[in-house]
Every structure is written in structure tokens, then in C-alpha cells.
């Protein structure tokens, strides 16, 4: 039950993955304030175990900071089951990641989605589709699982897109990236509360 679990996977949780977690839950906040975390519960993991306990790739929490958000206490972790058991949804950077899942942890398949695949069939969902909202954990709740259901029978109707890895880029490509996983999540938050769209989501 509530909140919504969302997963964000990448290759090595530095970078791409710790950027998504981060910017859901901020996008979040900033539509319900300081209860997000009973609604949304916003996490990442890798799919490799280099950086197990490491913080979040320098360049990424720059971009993170910029946005409004904060990398402070990120710490990597490598893949677990119980993670894989506890999302309501998992977003991966590339369909690498999606095949990694299928073959170690084929439970969670059907909630397991491109992240700009999932925002980009979200954006194509009306309201009148979802359960009724009324910014209620349960609602959210409720909101988020039957998205996911649609998401799920609706896959071969968008292209499905990867996030490239910033890892040792230029910054103008960690911005690049930051800008694809916000609009990627913007869908997403508002498909969960019933608005039309999230403000300040950056555009540029």
C-alpha cells in the first residue's frame, strides 16, 4: 500500500539513476509539499557493483543542485530483490537494464519501463482513465498502479528512447540528460495527482 514505490535503475547509480531519484522527489514536493515522501517514495540502485557506498558523481549533483535539488546522504547501491519486490514501478536508463531485470528478477518485468519510454506513454493518458484523485497516499496510490497496468499493455506504442550515460562528459551533457529524465517524470507526476502539468519543470 502507499506510498507509490518508484525504482530508478542505471549501470552504476551515480549518475543517471541518482539524478531521476532525486529529481521525482523534488518534482513532487514541490506539487504536495512536505509530505512527499508519504506519497511518493522516490529510490535507485545499480545494476553493477562498482560504486556500492559512494555518493552521487560530481557532475550530476551540480546538475541536480541547479535544478533545486539536493544529492545530500546519497549513498550507491547494487541491485537486491527486495528492491525489485517493493517498486510499484521501475525506471531504467536503457533497455540493457530492462533485459538485466528480465533475466535476474523476471517478477518485476511488467512494472519495469525505459524511464523517457514510461514518461512519453504517460503523456499520452487522460484522466478519465486513471481511478479518481483526491492528492490522498491511497489515491496516488491507486493512480500509480492502474498507470502502470496501461503503461504496461501500451508498450509498442511509443519508441522506446535511452538515456545516454553521462559518466565523464562534459556538463552540458549531464544537462542534456537532467533535461530528458524531467521531462520524462513530468508525466508521471502529473498523472499521479491529476494535473495537467508539473510547474517548474525545467525547459531549455
Known amino acids: 500500500m ?3 514505490a518508484v525504482l530508478h535503475v542505471c549501470m552504476g547509480n551515480t549518475c543517471r539513476s541518482p539524478m531521476a531519484e532525486r ?31 559512494q555518493g552521487m558523481n560530481t557532475p550530476a549533483a551540480h546538475e541536480l543542485r541547479s535544478r533545486g535539488g539536493s544529492a545530500d546522504g546519497f549513498r550507491s547501491r547494487h541491485m537486491a530483490t527486495e528492491h ?15 533485459e538485466y531485470i528480465a533475466n535476474e528478477h523476471p517478477q518485476g518485468l511488467a512494472r519495469t ?51 545516454e550515460d553521462p559518466w565523464g562528459e562534459a556538463p552540458e551533457f549531464f ?13 508521471l507526476v502529473a498523472r499521479l495527482f491529476g494535473t495537467g502539468s508539473v510547474s517548474e519543470v525545467v525547459s531549455r
Open 84 to 98: 525489485i519486490e517493493t517498486a510499484d514501478l521501475i525506471l531504467t536508463a536503457t533497455g540493457e537494464q530492462v
Open 2 to 4: 502507499p506510498p507509490f
Open 23 to 53: 529529481l521525482l522527489a523534488l518534482r513532487v514536493a514541490q506539487q504536495v509539499g512536505r509530505s512527499a515522501e508519504d506519497l511518493v517514495l522516490s529510490s535507485s540502485c545499480a545494476i553493477g557493483s562498482w560504486h556500492v557506498g
Open 113 to 163: 519501463f525505459l524511464v523517457r519510454h514510461f514518461g512519453a506513454i504517460a503523456a499520452r493518458v487522460t484522466d478519465d482513465e486513471l481511478p479518481a484523485g483526491d492528492g490522498s497516499a491511497r489515491a496516488v496510490y491507486e493512480r500509480g498502479r492502474a498507470l502502470v497496468a496501461l503503461a504496461d499493455k501500451r508498450r509498442d506504442t511509443v519508441v522506446a528512447e535511452r538515456l
Open 175 to 187: 544537462t542534456r540528460v537532467a533535461d530528458e529524465i524531467d521531462v520524462a517524470l513530468e508525466p
